[in-house]
C-alpha cells in the first residue's frame, strides 16, 4: 500500500481515481499475462498428476499380474463331500488323489470331572461370587494357604547394561516353593533358578536381592515390551508417601486377612477395630484416621489425614487365602505345564479365564445342570502315543495325593477318565497314514475329513479357468482404462481465446458462466504432449509384439493368439477386446504358456512377457510425469512446473512492486497538478478581492 498522500480532484474537479485505474489497466496486461501463464501451469499440473494416478493404479495392477496366484489358481471336486472335501492352493498339482478309507476321525483328548462339585443341588455354587465366600458350598472342601497372589505387569526399559535382562520390585517376599509364572508377547516361559543353566528359548532366569527380582531371558528385550509376572509371596507389601491430598489406598488384592494386617504412618503403629458393613476402624492412638474394607482391599483415610500426616511414609504388609493347582497337557508343541494361583477374592468363572488363556490349550467349561466341570484340548489328535508316560493321557491331573489341588479335589477331577485324543486313520493312494487333525494338507491340497467311510472317494484338481479368465480380464479392463484417460486428454480440444479470467472479469459474470469459461480455458492443455503420446506408443508396440521365450508354446505367444486383440475403432487409441471362448480354451489347453506370455523373465525386451514389458514402460512414464509434475508430497523445487510456478510467482511480485511504484508516480503527479490549480485559485481569489476593492 502506498505511503504517498493523495489529493484526488478537490481543485480541479477531475475523477482522478478513475483516470489513474484507466491508466494502470493498460500497463497491468503484462501483469495478467504472467498471471494467466501460473494459472495455466497450475491447472496443467493437476491434469497431469490426475493422469498419473491412472499410470499407478495401472502399475499396481501389473505388479498383481506378476504374481503365480493370478494364473494358477486352482479348483476341486470330490466324489462324495459327506465324506471328504478339499481346497487346493496355486502350486497344487493338477490330477486326482483317491482316499480309499478312513477308519478313524480325528478327536480332542476330554476329561470330564468325577462327580458334582456343589455340596447341595438345590444351592449350587455361584461362579460369579468369591471362592471365599462360598467355599462351603463346595463338596469337596478348599484347602486355603495364606499369603498373597501378585499379578503384576512390567515394562522393559532396554537396559543399555544388559539388554536381555529385566529388574523389578517385588511386592512381599517371595514364596520359593510356588514357581513364577511369566508371560511375554503372549509366550510362557519355564522359569529357572539355576543360574548355571543354559536358557532356552523358552526359559527366563529368575534371582531375586533386596526386594527385587531380575529375569534374564537368552536374547534381548526392546525397550517398551510389557511382560506379565504372577507370583505368590508370603505377606504382600505396600508402599506409600502421604501428600496432602491422599485420600485412599488400593491394596493389591481382597479378602484380606485382618489378623494379618499390619500398618504403620511414619512412626505411628495402626490399630485395628471392628467397624460397620464389614469394615475395619484404623487409628493411631484414639484418633481414627480411615477404614479397611477387607473385601475389596481398599483402605479410604479422613478427610483431614492428608494435611496432617503429609510427608510421612505409610509401610502396609497383608496376607489374603489362597489355592493352586497344576495342570499338563500334551500337544503338539510337546508336554506344557501349567501352575495355577488363585486367590480367595476369585471366582471359578476367574479360574475358567485363567485356564481358557493360558497356554496349555484346554477350554474348561461348567455345565449348570450336571454341576461338574469339564477340560478339552483344542487341538484334535494324539501327542502322548506312550502307555507308560502318563498313562497314554493327554490332559494330566496332579497325583499327589500327599498334596492338596483345587483342581484335582475341589473340581473333583480325582479319577476322571479321559477320551477322545486320537489321530485320523486313513488310506490314501494305497498307503496308510495317520494325521493329528482332520484336516490336512498334502502336496498343496488341503483335505478335511467329514466322517470314516469304506468306499473310496476321489478328489480332483483342475485349473479354475473362470479365476484365471477373470484376472486377465481384469488386467484388460485397467489397460483400456488408462488408455481411455490418456487419449481423452490428448485428443481434448483447445481454446485459445479463453484465457484465464482475472479477478475484474470474474466480478461481470455469474457462478455458471465463470464455470463454463474456466471449462473452456483449461480444456486441452495436454493436447498431444510428447510425454503421453510416446507412453502409448510404446504400450502399444509392447502389447503387440511377439514374446520369444524358449519356455512359451509357439502357439500361444502373442496375445491375438489367446484372443485379445484390439478393437476396430482406431479412434480409440488401441484399446483391447477379449474373445472370451478363445482366452478361455487357452487357459485350459496350456496354462503354463498363457502364464509366461503375461510374466515371462528375460533379459531382453523381446523375451519378456507382456505384463513386464509392460510395467517397465508404465513406471518410466510415471517417474518422467513426476519429474513434470511432482506429486502431493512435492514441494515446487523438486518439479519443472513447480519451479516455472516458482519463476512466474517472482516476476509476478517483481511486477506488481513496479506497478506500485508507478500507480504511485502518476499520482504524485497529478497532486502535484492539484496543488498547482489549488494555488493558481488561491492567488486568483486573493486579486480578485483586491481589484474590487479599488
Known amino acids: 500500500m502506498s505511503s504517498i498522500q493523495r489529493i484526488t480532484g478537490l481543485a480541479s474537479g477531475m475523477d482522478i481515481d478513475s483516470i489513474v485505474e484507466k491508466m494502470m489497466t493498460a500497463a497491468k496486461q503484462p501483469l495478467v499475462k504472467l498471471q494467466q501463464q501460473k494459472q495455466i501451469l497450475e491447472w496443467q499440473e493437476e491434469d497431469y498428476r490426475t493422469l498419473n494416478q491412472k499410470y499407478f493404479d495401472f502399475r499396481s495392477t501389473l505388479s498383481n499380474m506378476k504374481l503365480t496366484s493370478k494364473y494358477r489358481a486352482r479348483t476341486t471336486t470330490s466324489s462324495n463331500e459327506s465324506y471328504v472335501t478339499a481346497t487346493a492352493a496355486n502350486n497344487a498339482s493338477l490330477g486326482s488323489t483317491t482316499i480309499q478309507s478312513v477308519t478313524q476321525l480325528a478327536t480332542a483328548a476330554t476329561r470330564v470331572a468325577a462327580a458334582p462339585i456343589s455340596t447341595d443341588s438345590s444351592n449350587k455354587v455361584d461362579l460369579n461370587q468369591s471362592l471365599w465366600k462360598q467355599s462351603g458350598n463346595f463338596s469337596g472342601s478348599i484347602e486355603w494357604s495364606q499369603g498373597g497372589v501378585i499379578s503384576d505387569t512390567i515394562t522393559a526399559k532396554g537396559d543399555s547394561t544388559d539388554p536381555t535382562s529385566v529388574t523389578f520390585d517385588l511386592k512381599g517376599t517371595l514364596n520359593s516353593n510356588m514357581p513364577m509364572n511369566v508371560k511375554m ?234 477320551y477322545g485324543g486320537t489321530n485320523a486313520v486313513f488310506n490314501i493312494n494305497g498307503l496308510d497314514t495317520e494325521r493329528t487333525s482332520n484336516t490336512f494338507t498334502i502336496s498343496g491340497v488341503t483335505y478335511t475329513l467329514k466322517s470314516e467311510f469304506d468306499s473310496p472317494v476321489t478328489i480332483s484338481v483342475s485349473n479354475d479357468v473362470d479365476t484365471i479368465y477373470n484376472n486377465i480380464k481384469n488386467f484388460v479392463d485397467q489397460y483400456n482404462s488408462l488408455i481411455d484417460a490418456v487419449q481423452s486428454k490428448l485428443n481434448e480440444d483447445r481454446y485459445p481465446d479463453y484465457a484465464p479470467l482475472t479477478d475484474d472479469q470474474r466480478k461481470e459474470l455469474t457462478d455458471t458462466q465463470q464455470d463454463q469459461w474456466d471449462k473452456k480455458a483449461r480444456s486441452g492443455l495436454l493436447r498431444n504432449d510428447m510425454t503421453l503420446k510416446s507412453s502409448l506408443s510404446n504400450m502399444r508396440s509392447l502389447i503387440y509384439s511377439k514374446v520369444n521365450n524358449a519356455n512359451i508354446s509357439s502357439e500361444y505367444s502373442q496375445l491375438s493368439s489367446i484372443g485379445i486383440t484390439t478393437t476396430s475403432d482406431w479412434l480409440e487409441g488401441g484399446k483391447l477386446e477379449i474373445d472370451e471362448d478363445k482366452l478361455k480354451a487357452a487357459i485350459q489347453n496350456d496354462p503354463d504358456s498363457v502364464e509366461l506370455l503375461f510374466r515371462a523373465s528375460g533379459s531382453t525386451t523381446s523375451e519378456k512377457g507382456i505384463v513386464q514389458r509392460l510395467y517397465d514402460s508404465v513406471n518410466q512414464t510415471y517417474n518422467t510425469i513426476v519429474d513434470k509434475a511432482g506429486k502431493s508430497t512435492y514441494v515446487n523445487t523438486q518439479f519443472t512446473i513447480g519451479k516455472n510456478i516458482n519463476d512466474l510467482t517472482d516476476k509476478i511480485s517483481d511486477m506488481n512492486d513496479k506497478l506500485d511504484k508507478l500507480e504511485d508516480r502518476y499520482y504524485a503527479q497529478f497532486t502535484a497538478m492539484e496543488q498547482a490549480i489549488q494555488k493558481y485559485n488561491s492567488q486568483y481569489t486573493y486579486l480578485s478581492s483586491f481589484f474590487s476593492q479599488q
Open 185 to 418: 508377547n503372549g509366550k510362557t516361559y519355564e522359569v529357572v533358578t539355576d543360574p548355571s543353566v543354559t536358557l532356552s528359548d523358552n526359559q527366563v532366569l529368575l534371582t531375586t536381592a533386596g526386594g527385587q527380582a531380575t529375569l534374564k531371558f537368552n536374547s534381548n528385550i526392546s525397550a517398551g515390551t510389557s511382560i506379565s509376572v504372577e507370583y505368590v509371596v508370603d505377606k504382600a507389601t505396600k508402599s506409600a508417601t502421604v501428600s496432602s491430598d491422599t485420600k485412599s489406598i488400593q491394596l493389591d488384592f481382597g479378602d484380606i486377612i485382618t489378623d494379618s494386617f499390619t500398618m504403620t504412618v511414619g512412626n505411628n503403629n495402626v490399630s485395628l477395630s471392628q467397624g460397620t458393613d464389614g469394615n475395619m476402624n484404623l487409628f493411631i492412638g484414639s484418633t481414627q484416621i480411615g477404614t479397611l474394607n477387607p473385601e475389596t482391599g481398599k483402605i479410604d483415610f479422613n478427610s483431614d489425614f492428608g494435611s496432617i500426616y503429609s510427608g510421612s511414609a505409610i509401610q502396609i504388609s497383608y496376607q489374603q487365602n489362597y489355592t493352586s493347582f497344576n495342570l499338563k497337557t500334551y500337544t503338539s508343541s510337546g508336554l506344557v505345564n501349567g501352575n495355577f494361583y488363585i486367590g480367595a477374592d476369585k471366582t471359578l468363572n476367574d479360574v475358567i479365564s485363567k485356564v481358557n488363556n493360558s497356554n496349555l490349550g484346554l477350554t474348561m467349561y461348567y455345565d449348570e445342570y450336571k454341576d461338574m466341570f469339564t477340560l478339552t484340548r483344542k487341538e484334535t489328535g494324539n501327542f502322548n502315543s506312550s502307555s507308560s508316560v502318563d498313562n497314554g493321557n493327554e490332559i494330566i491331573i496332579s497325583s499327589d495325593t500327599d498334596t492338596y489341588d483345587f483342581l484335582r479335589d475341589t473340581l473333583k477331577f480325582s479319577g476322571s477318565t479321559e
